[in-house]
């Protein structure tokens, strides 16, 4: 009997090697029990299959479920340094518990993004060049390094950018840069943003809107 502690023991020691905690959490989530809140709760800016129909109001569906759910709880936590500001969704979520906060994650995961497409061609053809190559010249790295080349982000960290509404993720980009959005792991976004001009920031946008 006590081997088989032991045993169970230094398996569930070694456990967190195969399985990382943030994947753990994203696989025992249950997009059903989300609905309720997503279909009355965040239905009316994000759309309740997560294609929100505004510019304003970032695109869900299709997004990396360990992202979303962090993104939750760090409008909950916004006033620590890991934390995101913003006064609608400090609100949205103040009525949620962490399981609900899983389950979301998962929810608006599951849904289907909508086509989408870029509006200026040559703006996006510069957005191309950057979000593929980076510009060594000036320290910025390729987007699709962490974003994924089709865009999808790679779970857990890296959230998907494509079919994104190009207004919203210029906006982060300059939440990035001047440090108002500091919820980003090690700096990773902020030191990259720091470096971007007005012009990289809209040609990415108009680049990642039209990315699917
Ligand atoms: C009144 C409009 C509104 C409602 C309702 C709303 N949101 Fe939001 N949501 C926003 C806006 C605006 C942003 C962008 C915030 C920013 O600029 O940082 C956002 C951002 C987010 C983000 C971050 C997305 C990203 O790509 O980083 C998540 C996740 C999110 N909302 C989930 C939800 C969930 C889940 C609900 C329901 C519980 C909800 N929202 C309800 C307006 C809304
Ligand atoms: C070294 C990895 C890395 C590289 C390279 C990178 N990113 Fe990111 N990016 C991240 C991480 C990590 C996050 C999520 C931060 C968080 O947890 O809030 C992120 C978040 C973002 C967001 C916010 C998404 C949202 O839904 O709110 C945008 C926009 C973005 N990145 C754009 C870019 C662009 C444009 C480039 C290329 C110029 C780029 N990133 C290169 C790691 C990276």
């Known amino acids: 009997m006590k081997s088989v502690l032991k045993i169970a023991a230094l398996f569930a020691l070694a456990a967190p090697s195969f399985a990382p905690a943030a994947e753990d959490k994203a696989s025992n989530a249950d997009p059903e029990k989300a609905a309720p809140i997503a279909t009355t709760l965040c239905a009316g800016c994000h759309g309740a299959d997560g294609n929100s129909p505004l510019a304003a109001n970032p695109r869900l569906a299709g997004q990396v479920p360990q992202y979303i759910t962090k993104q939750l709880m760090n409008f909950k936590n916004a006033d620590q340094p890991s934390g995101r ?30 086509p989408a497409s870029a509006m200026d061609k040559d703006l996006a053809l510069a957005g191309e060049r950057l979000y593929r190559g980076g510009d060594p010249a000036r320290g910025i ?72």
């Open 141 to 212: 790295p390729a987007c699709s390094g962490c974003h994924s080349p089709n865009g999808a982000g790679i779970p857990a960290q890296y959230p998907r950018l494509a079919g994104q509404y190009g207004e919203y993720v210029v906006l982060q980009l300059k939440a990035f840069r001047s440090g108002e959005r500091g919820n980003d792991p090690n700096r990773m976004m902020q030191m990259i943003a720091e470096k971007m001009s007005d012009r990289d920031m809209a040609a990415v946008g108009e680049y990642v809107q039209g990315l699917h």
């Open 85 to 114: 500001k913003n006064a609608i969704m400090q609100g949205m979520v103040a009525t949620l518990t962490p399981e609900d906060m899983k389950n979301l994650g998962a929810y608006f995961a599951a849904q289907k993004p909508a």
